[in-house]
């Protein structure tokens, strides 16, 4: 461990060196903007409807998520319950086997005679649970929401929560596979994700080769996904924010924070997907918990409001007004891109978290991972959208607004003649009702962003360990580069940072879905496999 942490502390001696020169975050920021735009444009490619051009992506994504949804019953309504159970342990007997038992196996094997599958696995269903959700939950959160609903307006809200309902069928989907198809090494790790369901899946089915192309681009994808939504997107905000309360101007100010946030994070990635669980499921509950609390205090002040916002959210979706938008077919791409960023449903990441479950259902998992997008998208997303629309009441629903819906239309708006963006929108919201909520909404974000790093480092190192094979030094190349996106996020703008960390996490969503079209049949069968565990377990 120590001289790993002195390898860490190595790497940045260098960048000590060169954040000297002057005008360091300009110049990190000059050098990726090419970078971003050539992966933006490349991912977002796009085809026309209705006069709009409209990125395949996301048609892609929503379109399958509707497809999940009506196959397999609308899992996000009827398995909710079952799914809350699930994470409370109530069925945990399920997954023990009873040695010599003489009655079948679901499945035609004796019980006692099969592999012991509960014992494969590394985290219980909670903790599975809330490394995923601190992947999701993030800065998409706060951040994101502000963006989509200054590009967008009000109704970008409705459509991002529309995005959430669906988005739960799919992530059903993804982390079923996960569990399904996951790899255990000799001493219990488990390695798992759309990697493995893909390249195992589709060789069960004829197509090996064609399975381990797309293993393989889904797994370059995963580090970029890792380097960019999961990271420097989160190191970004956290750095806006931060600047902000201690009033840092100076134009190597992100780089110090970013090297800062590196040597955190770093100190925490290196103990692996056990330590991360047990930090986030502490963690995860207590920040979701306190920024909902704020949330509620200041719709509470304001409740008279409420309805009047919700009333907007709903005209604007069909009606925008917001400058540049697009109509409707624009605020509805926005707010499903930013709903899609925020909850990750069809990119396959949160089954790389899911698969190190212990249990020997894997529709079990997916049952607990259909919670996700609900949590980050229907919960925590509306109430911070509730938030900035009341804000931007000033006091009342009669019209007037304190900033433009539109506003520049990359995501900045003009708050009494200063321009806001992202994370400092919402910020701006908070101050208004609660007295130093500036301090409180930076630990907020910086929480969040954290999490979500240390939660993404283990998706990208998992795709790392695919490609590279499962060795130390291959362990501590990855973890390097990802610690150098931290410093990047912090020093880059968000117009680049979060057009390159759209198209990481986007890109994922193509080969992801080859797998999910080629093996939901078996997710049905594993539903009704577990289904039937539990009405025989209450028999």
């Not at 006069?51 to 497809?67: E, H, Q, T």
């Not at 909520?437 to 790392?464: C, D, H, K």
């Amino acid at each position: 461990m120590k001289k790993k942490l002195l390898v860490l502390l190595l790497m940045v001696v260098p960048m000590l060196t060169f954040a000297q020169e002057k005008g360091l975050d300009q110049k990190i920021d000059a050098a990726f903007q090419p970078v971003s735009d050539f992966f933006s444009n490349l991912i977002f490619f796009t085809i026309p409807i209705a006069g709009i051009d409209v990125p395949f992506v996301l048609l892609l994504l929503v379109g399958s998520a509707l497809f999940f949804t009506i196959y397999f019953k609308f899992p996000n309504i009827f398995h909710f319950k079952t799914a809350i159970n699930v994470v409370r342990g109530k069925y945990d007997e399920l997954d023990q086997h009873v040695a010599g038992d003489p009655v079948l196996a679901i499945g035609g094997d004796i019980k006692g005679t099969i592999k012991d599958e509960s014992t494969e696995g590394e985290v219980t269903h909670f903790q599975a649970l809330a490394t995923a959700v601190s992947g999701t939950v993030g800065n998409g959160n706060i951040a994101g929401v502000a963006l989509a609903i200054a590009l967008g307006g009000p109704g970008a809200t409705f459509w991002m929560v529309v995005c959430g309902f669906l988005g739960m069928s799919t992530k059903f989907v993804e982390c079923t596979l996960g569990v399904q198809y996951r790899d255990v090494g000799e001493d219990g790790t488990v390695y798992g994700g759309p990697m493995y369901y893909i390249s195992k899946g589709l060789k069960e089915r004829g197509f090996e080769t064609f399975g381990k192309i797309v293993a393989v681009i889904f797994a370059i994808f995963c580090i970029g996904g890792s380097f960019g939504g999961g990271n420097a997107a989160q190191s970004n905000q956290a750095t806006v924010v931060l600047k902000e309360l201690m009033g840092l101007e100076s134009s190597g100010a992100g780089f110090w924070i970013g090297v800062v946030m590196a040597i955190v994070v770093g100190v925490i990635i290196i103990g692996g997907i056990k330590r991360i669980a047990s930090v986030t499921e502490k963690v995860v509950p207590f920040m979701a918990v306190l920024y909902l609390l704020a949330c509620l205090y200041i719709l509470g002040a304001n409740f008279s409001l409420i309805d009047d916002a919700f009333s907007l959210i709903f005209r604007e979706a069909f009606n925008p007004t917001a400058i540049g938008v697009g109509g409707v077919i624009g605020v509805l791409l926005v707010g499903f891109k930013r709903a899609a960023f925020s909850n990750e449903a069809g990119a396959g990441s949160a089954s790389i978290a899911h698969s190190a479950v212990k249990t020997k259902y894997s529709a079990s998992e997916g049952l607990v991972a259909l919670l996700e997008p609900f949590i980050d998208t229907v919960v925590i997303c509306t109430m911070t959208a509730l938030v900035i629309i009341i804000f931007n009441f000033g006091g009342d629903a009669s019209g007037a607004t304190i900033f433009q819906y539109g506003g520049d239309g990359a995501g900045a708006v003009l708050i009494d003649g200063v321009s806001y963006e992202g994370a400092g929108i919402t910020s701006k919201a908070f101050a208004q009702y609660i007295p130093y909520s500036n301090v409180f909404l930076t630990v907020a974000v910086v929480l969040f962003a954290v999490s979500t790093m240390i939660s993404w480092s283990y998706y990208g190192l998992q795709s790392w360990k695919f490609l590279f094979g499962r060795g130390k030094a291959a362990d501590m190349t990855y973890k390097l580069l990802f610690l150098l996106f931290v410093v990047i996020g912090a020093s880059a703008s968000m117009k680049s940072i979060w057009a390159f960390s759209d198209a990481m996490i986007f890109a994922m969503v193509f080969p992801n879905m080859v797998g999910l079209y080629f093996l939901f049949p078996v997710v049905k069968e594993q539903l009704k496999r577990y289904t039937d565990a539990i009405k025989e377990s209450k028999a």
